[in-house]
């Protein structure tokens, strides 16, 4: 049953040229490596993450590149029907999207207070004793501080400048599991697991120890069908 039907209005970035149209096209990401030492860092101070999650992120950047869009068929103007539009913030499709998002976070946060770090996704928030973390990934935004009062704050004021969906506790990120407790946070891929052998037909399989020999040599079948390498 179909609940509501959407549709998003995308640019033909790729007849978009570098130096013209574009500069930067890349934003930085949290890493997983990163995100795992901010659990154990959260974990060892005894305070929860929460996760955001940004709408239509791309939609809020800013552009400064001189950029220009037909109309949309079925909506042209009566009056001007030949006439383009000139872009004065970021649509889908475009190769500065991503850049311009990240651009438009990380001065609301600097202005906000926020100080930034080596890792240029991690923002730091002191005030009063207490510290505020927040890590992003494109749209996704996990936060927590030493102060319920701050990190509430946080959110309000989030909410107040982007439109955004408050997910609460952090429960899934980036593939991972998140049980966040008293006596710690439990990280595991039991969805991710089952998902894979779901793909593959292999849900009544019985679990083993050692799926395979380890001391078993292979050799290449020249007769056999090719596969895709990138599924194992």
Known sequence: MVVRNKARLVAQGFSQKEGIDYEETFAPVAHLEAIRILLAFAASKGFKLQQMDVKSAFLNGFIDEEVYV????????????????????????????????????????????????????????SRGGDTLI??????????????????????????????????????????LQIKQGSEGTFVHQAKYTRDILKKFEMGD????????????????????????????
């Open 70 to 125: 037909r109309q949309p068929p079925g909506f042209e103007s009566g009056r001007f029907p030949n006439r383009v539009y000139k872009l004065r913030k970021a649509l889908y499709g475009l190769k500065q999207a991503t850049r311009a998002w990240y651009v438009r976070l990380k001065s609301f946060l600097l202005k906000s207070g926020f100080v930034g770090s080596v890792d240029k996704t991690l923002f730091l928030l």
């Open 134 to 175: 927040v890590h992003i990934y494109v749209d996704d935004i996990i936060f927590g501080g030493s102060s319920h009062a701050l990190v509430s704050s946080f959110a309000e004021q989030m909410s107040r400048e982007f439109e955004m969906s408050l997910m609460g506790e952090l429960q899934f990120f980036l593939g």
């Open 205 to 232: 399989s019985q679990p083993m120890t050692t799926p395979m020999s380890t001391n078993t040599a292979l050799d290449v079948d020249e007769d056999g069908e090719a596969v895709d390498q990138k599924k194992f």
